[in-house]
Every structure is written in structure tokens, then in C-alpha cells.
């Protein structure tokens, strides 16, 4: 199985989170190809170009991140909320600000595996850097190395890992950073940190029969809405030409 | 409220009492000593944020006793 990993290096805090996903290529590359973006901004299209081309199970960003957005430059989105249906099918892991939140649960919605981010900005301690670095990665080690297939157990296993790490770390500081960023982690898929309906209608529907009769509603709502947009558009045209 | 007073006070004296070099990542920011100082004192959501963070820690270290 191929992987991406896209880890752009542009400025100080780039400079640590490149050197942090390199764990995940190690522990990827037994398991196939890896194509490795980083070290250097990284365009948008290159990133596209690299998900259409090799069709990657695995994708890996450590960089800056947003809400909506994961980045791979100063004013370079590499992935946007409206690119979510490209992560569908594959298995998402990040280490950047805040893109669970809403990036990471639309991704889930359309059908990501998982999605493993954080909901919060990532805070780390540079005198204690190793301890943030060996959580960072810990899922996707659980994972491909030890076998751990079940992402609820995952979830908690990362959780358990952090509760290490703060138990090693030498100062307050630190323990209290690794404190918020294990707080912020979110491994969104089934069973686990699955995000909530924002629609009182959609939870509604998902409470009472379930997520897939909700997606097949949608699914029957947005082939509705293409045939009622269609015909409307032949009436306008049949009525303009008499 | 005067134990609020109390951590606010420690924190710092905490953050007063670090070398020069010390400094810390909060996403895209470098917050230095002099920096995090400053923050503390005039951020409100900063100064509440790490104000819950050590009140988190405390209750998390008196979890980890009893379970």
C-alpha cells in the first residue's frame, strides 16, 4: 500500500514538525511505497497531482494547520474542507493545529477511514520536544506496527501514551501542554469522536435509524435536487425558444 | 477566588524564574519567557487557559492516585 506524507518546511515551527514525521515514514515504509513531500513549501497541485497519481491509502501531514485547512506554505492551503472527498477511502493521520475540527469531520462524512488530528492548536515545549514527538506518532505505530485495527482502542491507547509522556516530563510546563494537546486529539471513525450533526433534523434522523440511513436520505435529497434543478433548466429553455 | 489569585501568582513566578533561552511553541507562535509573561498578564483567554491547564493537571494527578 502506498502513503503519502506531506510535510512542508518553511519557517521554525515547520522545521520541528518536519523532523517529527519522519517516525511516520519509518514506520510506513515497510508497508510500501512513500512518497515523501517536504523539506520546502509544498504547492497545492503538487499535493493533488500526488493523491490522484498514486492513489495513497495513507496520508500523513505534520505542518501548520487550520480549522478548514492543512498548509503547506505561508499562504499555501494544501487540502481544504471543499477537498474532502479526496481523503475518502484512506486513512488520515495529522499532526497540525485545529483541522479536526472541521476538516477532519468533513473528511470523515465523506467517508475518510479515520481521521487522527487535533481540535485545538498543537502546543509543544522544545526542551522536552521527544516527549510530544513519541505521542504525535503513536496511533500510526499502533496501527501498522503493533497490529491495533480498532480505532476506539486506538483513541484510548493514544490517550494512555500521553498520560506517559506527562508522567516522564521534567517540568509543570511541559506536563500541562501535553495535557491540552491529548485533550485536543481527535481520532475521528466509526464508534469514535464521531463529529456531531450541526442539522436538529440530520441528528434526529441519525439518532432514531442510524448514520446510514441519514447518508442514504441525503444521498436520495441531492439526486431529488439534480433532477428538479434539470428539468427546471429545460422548462427555461423549452419557454425561452417559444 | 484567592486560590485563583494564588495559582495566577505561582505561575508566575514560575515563568519569572526561567532562563533566557527557555521558550515554548503555542501552534504558529514562539513564546518566549518575556513573551509568556506579557500573555499572562494581558490575554485573559491565555491567562485562563493555562489557569485551567494547571487545575487539569491537579486533578488528573489525584485521578492517576485513585484508580
Not at chain 1, 173 to 199: F, N, S, Y
Amino acid at each position: 500500500m502506498s502513503s503519502l506524507v506531506i510535510r512542508p518546511k518553511f519557517d521554525e515551527v515547520t522545521g520541528y514538525s518536519y523532523k517529527w514525521a519522519e517516525d511516520t515514514i519509518q514506520i510506513l515504509e515497510p508497508t510500501g511505497p512513500v512518497r515523501d513531500l517536504g523539506g520546502a513549501p509544498v504547492a497545492r497541485s503538487t499535493v493533488h497531482e500526488s493523491i490522484n497519481q498514486d492513489n495513497p491509502f495513507y496520508v500523513v501531514h505534520y505542518d501548520h494547520g487550520e480549522e478548514e485547512s492543512w498548509m503547506g506554505g505561508p499562504d499555501e492551503r494544501v487540502i481544504k474542507v471543499e477537498d474532502a472527498p479526496l481523503l475518502s477511502g484512506r486513512i488520515v493521520y495529522t499532526m497540525n493545529c485545529l483541522s479536526a475540527k472541521k476538516l477532519g469531520a468533513e473528511a470523515w462524512k465523506k467517508k475518510a477511514i479515520v481521521y487522527v488530528g487535533y481540535a485545538d492548536v498543537f502546543a509543544f515545549m522544545p526542551e522536552e520536544e521527544d516527549l510530544f514527538r513519541q505521542a504525535a506518532s503513536h496511533g500510526l505505530s499502533l496501527y501498522m506496527v503493533e497490529g491495533v485495527k480498532d480505532w476506539p482502542t486506538i483513541k484510548s491507547k493514544m490517550v494512555s501514551k500521553y498520560d506517559e509522556m506527562i508522567s516522564q516530563a521534567k517540568s509543570y510546563w511541559t506536563q500541562m501542554w501535553l495535557t491540552h494537546d491529548r485533550d485536543a486529539l481527535r481520532v475521528i471513525a466509526d464508534g469514535v469522536d464521531e463529529p456531531k450533526e450541526e442539522c436538529p433534523v440530520s441528528r434526529t434522523i441519525e439518532f432514531l435509524f442510524g448514520r446510514t440511513v441519514l447518508e442514504k436520505l441525503r444521498g436520495i435529497r441531492d439526486s431529488l435536487y439534480i433532477r428538479i434543478s434539470l428539468i427546471l433548466i429545460i422548462v427555461k429553455i423549452l419557454g425561452s425558444a417559444y | 477566588m484567592s486560590e485563583v489569585k494564588d495559582l495566577e501568582k505561582e505561575v508566575l513566578k514560575f515563568l519569572e524564574t526561567r532562563n533566557n533561552s527557555w521558550v515554548f511553541f503555542l501552534g504558529a507562535e514562539k513564546l518566549n519567557k518575556d513573551d509568556t509573561i506579557k500573555r499572562f498578564k494581558k490575554d485573559k483567554k491565555f491567562r485562563s487557559l493555562v489557569l485551567s491547564l494547571a487545575v487539569k493537571r491537579a486533578i488528573d494527578s489525584f485521578k492517576v492516585e485513585t484508580d
